[in-house]
């Protein structure tokens, strides 16, 4: 072998030594590649219904269960604060209250005060009526109007808490709600029992009257779901209404 | 010589498809092995929901579930501590997740719990001499209570992947055995195949490295995001179990990750010595 040979042989085996070293890195990162796109293209049409129906169920941040049983207080009793309800008096010489200074409430809020004295009523009234605000008070169904705007609110309670008073309601009684943009005054026109899912129990879609109606599970103190409730109907008799038209607006 | 060069080369490119073939297919059966030992066992299931208190956090959601139902006829939280066990609970949930992976129910039975209901309301309106009862609608509290009792026990999840789960679980074990076999079968052709030792091994690294890297890959994916802890459930008790079940899963999976890791290093190890030696001969 000749001196030419014998160099050009050791460049040939150095040069397959460090290719083969490079092959230990580069080769593994294709293969890694691959494997990940053989994966995407022939895994993802099977299982994408299920990877998009996944992804509904995550969001940004980890839930947190220490607050289950916590929900948001709005309500500022109107006697603490009275400059922060300002009213406007429109053509018709009545007063109205500013509705940009009304804070409007969200599902779940407790957002007002519903007190009825002759009846020993005096619970917190939340805007919803799920079971965390039937635990803490009254529920108003957020599918009514709250107190002020006109129409028809519709709230409900256990008739083993705080509406348990309710038994003892008769036309002529007053049912003050206070919220933090106006005090309400109903008068109770009457009362009556109909069945839960009764159409004639009250009207949502009236706006002409502002009307209060309040409602609980019937016969009172009774073992057992019941399918009959009590409704105890009330008119608006005192309070600044929301300026609605420009609400409207 | 021009054509042994060639050949050389598409021998080296067939050794490579072959060692990339490989990589696949362990890496397919880790995943598989994994899966097989976490997701698709019953044991694990049950024993992670032991180790997150799963049966505790039911109990109490449960006891509110409950008595948010049972609140207008004035049953208090108390009524249902009594009532209402870890026991009765790990029963009825055990026989829920042996009907699951069995494939023969994917509801909870609330039997036990209606006759241990019905008769807990009997003593109650006896020791509280309550006199107002209907019985059609103490029977219309009993039905709601029941179906309370198995939606609160039952995991949603489930069912929405019942189909895939089921799917997946049939062909699992076959699909484990038919990879084991792949891999072996590929192993041997690449050792009969290479003439020298060192190539053997070379291309076996290759492949026990793509492994490594591609598990890692998941490994990687699931840790940076914290596996599945954003996710949001209404149920505490399922998010723990859930979580920590992907997390068994992650810490398999960076195990097996390693594992190749190891067999990797091995085997370069032993190719470079043999390297060295055959370059000091």
Redesign the interface.
């Known amino acids: 072998m000749s001196g030419h040979e014998h160099k050009s042989r050791h460049r040939h085996k150095h040069r397959h030594k460090k290719s083969s070293g490079l092959n230990f890195i580069i080769l593994p990162i294709i293969f890694f590649c691959a494997t990940y796109l053989i994966i995407y293209f022939t895994l993802s049409p099977i299982f994408s219904p299920v990877i998009n129906e996944a992804r509904l169920l995550f969001s940004d941040s980890k839930k947190d269960y220490s607050k289950k049983d916590d929900f948001n207080n709005i309500f500022v009793p109107i006697e603490e604060n009275p400059e922060s309800v300002p009213v406007v008096t429109k053509k018709d010489g009545k007063q109205y209250v500013d509705n940009e200074s009304v804070v409007f409430p969200r599902y779940g809020d407790c957002f007002g005060q519903l007190i009825m004295e002759d009846c020993d009523i005096d619970c917190k009234l939340f805007f919803g009526d799920d079971s965390l605000a039937l635990r803490n008070g009254a529920g108003m169904y957020n599918g009514s109007f709250i107190p002020g705007y006109g129409g028809t609110t519709l709230v409900g309670g256990h008739n083993s808490t705080y509406f348990n008073g309710l038994k003892n309601a008769e036309a002529g009684q007053k049912v003050l709600i206070k919220t933090s943009y106006g005090n309400f005054t109903y008068t109770v026109t009457g009362t009556d029992v109909k069945k839960y899912n009764d159409p004639t129990a009250y009207d949502l879609s009236s706006s002409d009257k502002s009307l209060l109606v309040m409602y609980t599970c019937y016969p009172f103190d009774e073992l057992g779901l019941t399918s009959s409730r009590f409704f105890v109907y009330a008119e608006l008799t005192d309070g600044v209404m929301i300026n609605r038209e420009e609400a409207e607006e | 010589m021009k054509k042994n060069k060639v050949a050389s080369v598409f021998k080296k490119i067939f050794f490579?498809i072959l060692?990339?073939v490989l990589?696949?297919v362990l890496?397919a059966l880790s995943v598989s092995a994994v899966l097989s030992m976490t997701f698709f066992d019953m044991n694990s299931f049950l024993s992670t929901m032991k180790a997150t208190s799963y049966y505790e956090e039911k109990k109490e959601e449960l006891i509110n579930n409950l008595t948010?139902?049972t609140?207008?006829?004035?049953?208090k939280e108390s009524f249902f501590e009594e009532m209402i066990t870890t026991e009765m609970i790990s029963g009825d949930t055990l026989s829920y997740i042996t009907g699951f992976f069995d494939g023969s129910k994917d509801v909870v039975d609330d039997t036990a719990f209606r006759q241990s209901f019905s008769e807990a309301?009997d003593k109650?309106?006896a020791d509280n001499n309550?006199k107002?009862?209907?019985t059609?609608?103490?029977?219309?509290?009993i039905n709601?209570a029941g179906k309370t009792y198995s939606k609160t026990l039952s995991i949603p999840l489930l069912r929405?992947?019942s189909t895939?789960f089921h799917f997946i679980k049939k062909w699992l074990y076959i699909a484990i055995i038919a990879l084991a076999c792949s891999a072996v079968l590929l192993i041997l052709i690449l050792m009969v195949s290479n003439r020298w030792l060192h190539r053997k091994i070379?291309y076996i690294?290759?492949?026990t490295?793509?492994?490594?890297?591609?598990l890692l890959?998941i490994a990687v994916f699931l840790t940076v995001n914290g596996g599945?802890?954003?996710?949001?459930?209404e149920s505490?008790g399922l998010?723990n179990f859930l979580v920590h079940l992907v997390n068994g899963i992650n810490i398999a999976i960076w195990f097996a990750s390693g594992l190749f890791l190891v067999i990797?290093v091995i085997l370069?190890v032993i190719y470079s010595r043999i390297?060295k030696e055959t370059?000091k001969r």
């Open positions: 490579c060692s990339f990589s696949l890496f948010d139902l609140y207008p006829s004035g049953l309301l109650y309106i309550i107002n009862v209907n059609k609608n103490l029977n219309s509290l709601k929405t992947i895939y070379k690294c290759f492949a490295s793509g492994t490594f890297l591609s890959g599945i802890s954003h996710i949001q459930l505490l998010y990797s370069f390297i370059s």
